[in-house]
């Protein structure tokens, strides 16, 4: 432990927001975990799932509850590298940031939900007006589906990587998933990704992330927040976020230039960082 931490004061620089500023044509809808961030959320149904004739489930009151812990969980980490990321997600309290729709799609289906999203952007929410109106151009999307509890398919994020048509990036949150209800970890692991950051717990040769370094995860970083979403005691909690935020996320979300581990085994850069 004293010799990462050492490593950490080494390796570890915060990148000044002005450098983020000038990086930011690149980096989809969900642009930097700083400043005013607006999320727009979008409840609906599909071919298989269904919130019910009334226009706001009684459920919405829960998702805005979850996504407080997530984004206040988020906001105390990013303070700790000077940051301060003010979410605008509570479409109660928000005009013009709450969506319902239907699609006609298997919403859970990773190959074709996205783009059935990003069409419904297009056509039914005015960006323009978000963007005039909270003053920010860091938006993302969450788009919140009523599945059973027999749904397997996990919650995920859509991110841009500079090749899809579209450049917002989406969460996608399953109400249940292996019968449990998602849980405000969850939440923040998704919401962490669209912002850039990685899965610590599953090897990727596309990402460059060789079997060595998650097993070196497992080992350091069993609590992090996107290594697991449970807490190592109570499994799926819903009241509070305990785990943890590693230097690695911090690199991937662009609050650090350096990273003793991605240099280590050679991980791929942060898209906050420029290309070689
Ligand atoms: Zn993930």
Not at 74 to 96: L, T
Not at 104 to 111: F, Y
Not at 247 to 271: K, M, N, Q, W
């Amino acid at each position: 432990m004293i010799l990462r931490f050492a490593l950490a004061l080494v390796f570890s620089a915060i990148i000044p927001c002005v450098f983020a500023a000038d990086i930011a044509a690149h980096k989809g809808s969900a642009q930097f975990l700083d400043g005013k961030i607006v999320c727009v959320s979008i409840f609906a149904d599909d071919e298989s799932s269904s919130w019910g004739k009334a226009r706001v489930s009684p459920y919405a009151k829960k998702t805005v509850d979850y996504m407080k812990i997530a984004t206040k969980w988020i906001s105390k980490k990013a303070r700790k590298f000077e940051r301060k990321p003010e979410f605008v997600h509570d479409f109660f309290g928000n005009g013009g940031i709450f969506y319902r729709t239907k699609f006609d799609c298997d919403m859970t289906d990773n190959a074709i939900a996205s783009k059935f999203v990003w069409r419904y952007i297009e056509r039914a929410i005015d960006l323009g007006w978000i963007r005039k109106t909270y003053g920010t151009d860091n938006i993302f999307f969450v788009v919140f589906l009523n599945t059973g509890k027999k749904n397997r398919v996990h919650s995920r994020a859509q991110c841009y990587c500079g090749k899809s048509a579209y450049p917002y990036e989406i969460v996608y949150i399953n109400r249940y998933v292996d019968g449990i209800e998602t849980s405000p970890a969850a939440y923040a692991h998704e919401i962490l990704h669209v912002f850039g950051a990685e899965d610590l717990y599953c090897a990727d040769s596309l990402n460059n992330f060789p079997s060595e370094f998650v097993a070196y995860c497992a080992e350091t970083y069993p609590n992090d927040i996107m290594f697991t979403i449970n807490d190592k005691f109570r499994g799926s909690i819903y009241d509070k976020i305990t785990n943890d935020f590693s230097d690695i996320d911090a690199y991937y979300v662009g609050f650090l230039s350096e990273c003793a581990e991605v240099t280590r085994f050679s991980l791929h850069p942060s898209e906050h960082l420029p290309p070689n």
